[in-house]
């Protein structure tokens, strides 16, 4: 069955090139054949598609096996067996300093000859699909936003690679690092870092664990930035560390946004604390309600006591509130507008105390609902102050409605607001004659001076007591002691 694979044999005695061309041909082969190292050169270059070349050590007159293969690698890769009729040290010496394919003696036998052409063949094609894959993995290593490393273990930690992100991240070229061995990665560290950023990786490597450190670096242009090492390390069969393998990325940028970040939360922080509300947020997804310290505080709990969720803050509302407040929950989410609602909740001590909860939803970059968030007050004396206004205003209404005395209650713009029976009875009408009549309506003497009276106790905010003289729609005549106030 042919083989798809040429070899060119290179040999000078024309017998044992016929010989082999045809044991070659025998296993399928193309063959090209040259009797010297300048026609193999030219052969080469003439036919690129070659495989292998079979190459006799001692070609007579002109170059030998020797200086033509290292002319032919010099240009091109290629898998080169040397034929010898001799075996001694002085040629394998030469031999291994040209090729690592090794040799072959011209009386082997066919079955040798088949059997070294296929390993080379073999290992060519591996070394050559390592290479690929190498460059590939540089390639990649060099493409990423950060260094790629691995220095061996020893005393001077001897970088074997580094990838070209060196110069992005420090501004120096892999070069200095690796030709001119003029900067290491260490001499980059922060000089009040190094001992302890070593300190850790050690750490992590002697427990044969990946370490993660963040710490400063200076570049070759004088700028400090904030960096991330991560790495593992290589360890032999026996256990023992024989290289450390790592990413080192520029985190100044998410360095810069924490600091921020931890400012504005600190900045946030102080802010709750100085104001009576509390902050709650609750993550829909994990069902989850965060509470601040003030909002444990209002119920007399400790993080440690109560677990926030929204089923055991639903617990707390009162009977009589709490499917409202579910169904107003959904509202809210639906609506995605602001909300503001009073809540009874149950504090630690069983007592009810009421809580204004004010909030709204939060969405995420997709617009999509996953939270509310809020503030929430103890309203609890207000509500009492408004309950105990409300029984006195209560008493108040009881003590009209019961007085000899008659009482009327006008409005700024002299529209009768209230009366009671008593003044009913005196002045000899009807609650809804008084509520279609004015003030002015009852008074008989309507000078100026009482009008400037009225204006003054609007105007300035105080009280007046006076007698009025006052005459009803049926004529009956009274006088009116008059309480003004605004």
Known sequence: MPNSKKILLVEDIKVVSLKLNTILHKFGYDVLTANSGESAINQLSSNPQVNLILMDIDL???????????????????????????????????????????????????????????????LFESRTALKK?????????????????RYRNDTSKTLEFISRGCLDVCGTPSTDFMEKKTIHLRDLIFENEKDWVEKEINFSLNKKERFIVNYRIVSALKEVKWVEDQGIGVYSDSGELIAVEGFIEDITSRKSAEYALVESEERLKSIIEASNDGIWEWEIQTNKIYWSEKVYLMLGYSKKEFYSNYDSVLNLVHPEDRQKSKE????????????????????????????????????????????????????????IAEKKIKESLKFVNT???????????????????????????????????FKKKSLWDLITVKDSKLSALIQEVINKNVSKQLELHGRSSFGKEFWIQAYLDS
């Open 328 to 383: 107003d929950v959904r509202a809210y989410i639906l609506s995605e507008e602001p909300f503001s609602v009073e809540i009874r909740f149950q504090k630690k001590d069983g007592n009810y105390g009421y809580f204004l909860c004010k909030g709204q939803v939060k969405k995420n970059s997709a617009g999509q609902t996953f939270g509310l968030i809020g503030s929430i007050s103890d309203i609890s004396e207000r509500k």
């Open 133 to 149: 894959s190498e460059r590939t993995l540089s390639n990649l290593m060099d493409s990423f936003p950060g260094i790629v490393y």
């Open 399 to 433: 003590i009209i409605e019961l007085s000899p005395i008659g009482i009327l209650t006008y409005n700024s713009k002299g529209e009768c607001i209230s009366v009671n029976p008593a003044a009913c009875e005196i002045a000899g009408g009807s609650l809804d004659e």
């Open 60 to 122: 007579g007159k002109g170059m030998s096996g020797v200086e033509t293969a290292t002319k032919i690698l010099k240009k091109r890769e290629i898998p080169i067996i040397f034929l010898t009729s001799y075996e001694d040290d002085e040629f394998i010496d030469q031999v291994r300093g040209v090729t690592r394919y090794g040799y072959l003696l011209k009386d082997s036998g066919d079955s040798v000859l088949k059997s070294t052409i296929e390993m080379a063949l073999e």
